[in-house]
């Protein structure tokens, strides 16, 4: 009886592990399965994502390009409202200047006109003084 409580036992020993080993196998495939349902809920997470992030990328370096765009359009404003301003106060510079040349030409030009005032009233006065004693003189 031993024997066949013994081959019984074994029996059931043998039966428990198929069962076991079965449940392993099939909790091993359902534990598998999640885990691939959840490697390809992170996966599409993923590139969502980066689909997002893509996309964010791809507007703000759009709305840059646009600033940047409005900026040097604006420094061009400015560069060519400079260019004629400095333009406009070269040629004010340039009548300024002259008209300063103007003014002393005048200037010099009257000065040498009243020089020959002065000498030819000197020699008048000096040819007079010499009649007067070349008279003197004669007389």
Same mark, same amino acid.
């Given at each position: 009886?031993?024997?066949?409580? &013994? #081959? ?6 043998? %039966? ?11 909790? $091993?495939? /359902? ?8 490697? /390809? #809920? =992170?996966?599409? %997470? ?7 992030? $893509?996309?964010? %990328? ?5 709305? &840059?390009?646009?600033? &940047? =765009? ?10 060519? =409202? ?14 300024? #200047? ?5 003014? &002393?030409?005048?200037? #010099? /030009? ?10 030819? /009233?000197?020699?008048? $006065? %000096? ?13």
């Amino acid at each position: 009886m031993d024997g066949i409580k &013994l #081959h019984s036992y074994q029996k059931k020993q043998e %039966a428990m592990q198929t069962r076991h080993a079965f449940q392993l196998r099939k909790e $091993n495939r /359902e534990m598998r399965a999640e885990l691939d349902k959840l490697k /390809e #809920h =992170n996966q599409a %997470a993923v590139k969502r994502i980066e689909k997002e992030y $893509n996309q964010e %990328a791809f507007q703000e370096q759009a709305e &840059l390009e646009t600033k &940047l =765009n409005e900026i040097r359009k604006k420094n061009e404003r400015i560069i060519e =409202n400079e260019e004629k301003r400095y333009e406009k106060m070269r040629e004010e510079t340039i009548l300024t #200047h002259e008209q300063q040349l103007e003014e &002393l030409q005048l200037a #010099h /030009e009257k000065e040498i006109q009243n020089q020959k005032e002065k000498h030819q /009233e000197y020699i008048e $006065n %000096a040819r007079r003084r010499i009649e007067a004693e070349k008279m003197k003189l004669e007389g």
